[in-house]
């Protein structure tokens, strides 16, 4: 206290009174960054120049490797380039700039290269690299770029400099949101919605949207995020958040041995999983999706995953059942194995998910150098030998954290079979939840757990904070908690609708509106 008294006095020292500062308005909108393009987003430009073109099957497609370091893939934080992505950026670029200059019949040759020849041949190139409309000004710089590589190429080879260059540059490497004047333009909104939602550059609608600058309004914008969420089981974003929100596709990352485990089916599993979230996005997206993907029984089984399920099937090929034992996501095989070690189960990872990924909490990281070592013993379980190890106070209060939260996910093996006995002893799947406000308490088993998590208002206003994270592509800040406030209502008000909060993340000021940065 005595510290401040100092300021106090100074304050007080002109007029006698106490005078406050006036309050610091907050600054309103993002700051103007770049997202490089993903794998998928770099090929469905390809694509859309080169039809039919089968040359990716021998080529590296650029940034497909690339490592997620992050949540998730669309953070831009992620925006740079590795000098071994520079490599399959070169090669790709010539590989296609010469693919695309053979398919030509009319190059514009010097003798006629008119504003009218390059608009008709190389502006349908320019508007997908670079997501706008080309105007006359970039057509003639396209010009005298041709000009200049004719005086030292064939004028054949001038164009595959030159195309090569183009798909080199970062214009079309990253999409850029700096908006003009504090705000971004319309060819800027149409980029984000579309490279966003659908991993693609901007379809006619948008293009034509953006050429007339009609994308500058909330209202427009919800409207064309509305359009291309028509049908939500096709938005590869909606598919792509899930898999990365749920991390069951690391079912393929991780190690069963072969010969102890002939049924398990990595890829398999992780494909029935993803035809229930196909089916749930299709019927739930607009009403209460995250509940449904916690709590449904719905599952997709096949005869080669049957034996994972613990299921008899008499069909041939898959079919969606109802398993009562199961509930959500989280206690499919593909969840199960993804959250689990070679040979055992691993309650702490799947606690540590529901704490971070469910709850939004946050655990240390372990110090540096400390490896947990949870001593085999015959006769005991992993939950009882994570017990003795977490028992030690240097350990405890972190696995607080997670333990309790997985240990219902002990009715289940590490290749997700069913078990009631672990490493000789029997298993128990009482829990504790902690975090989800008046649901807290002591559970039974994943089911109940499930149910609660399902319930609560913490979970909920969780489930649109990573949605948030997923669209803005950075992570929530505390001056983004009344926005985060204001969709979480958006997705009361609107019954738990998904997709409208996802049409309020784009139609917001918050994102629409650039702030300025200091240099």
Known sequence: MYRALPALLFLVACTGEIVTPAPKVPECGEAPRAHRLTGPQYQ??????????????????????????????????????????????WTAADAIATEWTERQKDLCPSSGRTIECLRRVYGPVLSL???????????????????????ELSPKLAVVATLRTLLMSPEFLFRTERGVEGRLQS????????????????????????DADALTTPEAVQAEAHRLLERPADVPALRRFLREFLQYENATNTFKDV?????HRPNELVDDTEHVVERLVTEHA??????????????????????????????????????????GVLTHPSWLVAMSEPDHNHLVRRGRFVRERLLCGEVPMLPGGVVPQVEKKPGLTFRQRI?????????SGCHQLMDPLGMGFEAWDHVGRAQTMDNGGVV???????????????????????????????V??????????????????????????????????????????????FASEDFLQRRQVAP
């Open 259 to 263: 010969a102890s485990y002939p049924f």
């Open 44 to 89: 469905a430009v390809v694509t859309q120049l080169l039809p039919g073109w089968t040359g990716f099957k021998t080529l590296v497609t650029p940034f497909s490797q690339a490592r997620r370091t992050d949540v998730f893939s669309t953070w831009s934080s992620q925006a740079s380039i590795t000098e071994y992505e520079v490599d399959d950026v």
């Open 187 to 210: 060819s800027e909104v149409a980029a984000a919605l579309s490279f966003t939602l659908w991993e693609t550059p901007p379809d006619a609608t948008l293009r034509s949207l953006a």
């Open 286 to 327: 607009r009403s209460g999706l995250h509940r449904e993907l916690l709590t449904s029984d719905l599952v997709y089984v096949r005869p080669s995953t049957a034996k994972s399920w613990g299921l008899t099937l008499t069909a041939d090929a898959g079919v969606f059942v109802s398993d009562p034992t199961r509930s």
């Open 387 to 395: 017990a003795q190890h977490s028992a030690d106070p240097a350990c």
């Open 129 to 151: 690299l670079n997501s706008r409309t080309p105007s006359d000004e970039a057509l003639f710089e396209l010009a005298v770029t041709l000009n200049e590589a004719e005086r």
């Open 428 to 458: 128990s799947t009482i829990g504790s939840l902690d975090g989800a406000g008046e649901l807290d308490g002591p559970y039974s088993d994943a089911k109940e757990l499930m149910s609660r998590l399902a319930q609560s208002p913490t």
């Open 460 to 505: 909920k206003a969780c489930w649109v904070k990573q949605l948030f994270r997923f669209v803005r592509g950075r992570d929530a800040k505390p001056s983004d908690r009344c926005e985060l406030e204001r969709l979480t209502r958006t997705y009361d008000e609107t019954g738990e609708d998904t997709l409208a909060v996802i049409e309020a993340l």
